[in-house]
């Protein structure tokens, strides 16, 4: 089991790679890391938060897509009705963007830090967009239950929503 460390907003997680499940996925994401951009807050899917990656193509088709991942999935959308995009669900989440109904490639589940998903959503969307970062070589126990980074959270809202 291959896990790595994510960082959002002042929060510290470790999560799992799903390579049985979406390994053409996980694959891209490895040859990313380390990975940093803004975290914002989901529009049409309930309480998620997103990682728009606008109209880049990784050349992966849907693997083991579901549209209703539970909290610490974290979904990966390789485009087409909308655009490409990273969601990890904190709380009920029903995947879709104005066009309807979608359905994302689910290759990281968080294994550690999970306490700290819904003060991550609920800080996304009152403070506006977040720093987000993926990297390699986490091992187990590197997040204590409750980790947190230091500094003040929150960089104001964004317009463009999520």
């Not at 807050?41 to 606008?54: D, K, M, N």
Request: charged residues 20%; hydrophobic residues 40%.
């Amino acid at each position: 089991m291959q896990t790595i460390g994510v960082s959002a907003g002042p929060y510290r997680f470790r999560a799992r790679f799903e390579d049985a499940k979406s390994p053409q996925t996980c694959a891209v994401v490895r040859a990313l890391l380390p990975y940093s951009e803004r975290l914002m807050h989901v529009r049409w899917s309930g309480e998620a938060v997103w990682i728009p990656l606008g109209d880049r193509t990784f050349g992966v088709g849907y693997e083991d897509s579901k549209s209703l991942p539970a909290p610490g999935e974290m979904i990966f959308y390789p485009g087409g009705v909308s655009e490409t995009e990273i969601l990890l669900a904190y709380g009920p989440t029903r995947f879709a963007s104005k066009a309807g109904q979608l359905a994302g490639n689910h290759f990281l589940t968080i294994v550690e830090g999970l306490e700290n998903l819904h003060a991550l959503g609920r800080l996304t969307l009152l403070e506006g967009a977040q720093p987000i970062s993926f990297e390699a070589g986490v091992s187990e126990g590197a997040y204590p239950s409750g980790a947190r980074r230091g500094g003040r959270a929150g960089a104001g809202m964004l317009e463009a929503g999520g």
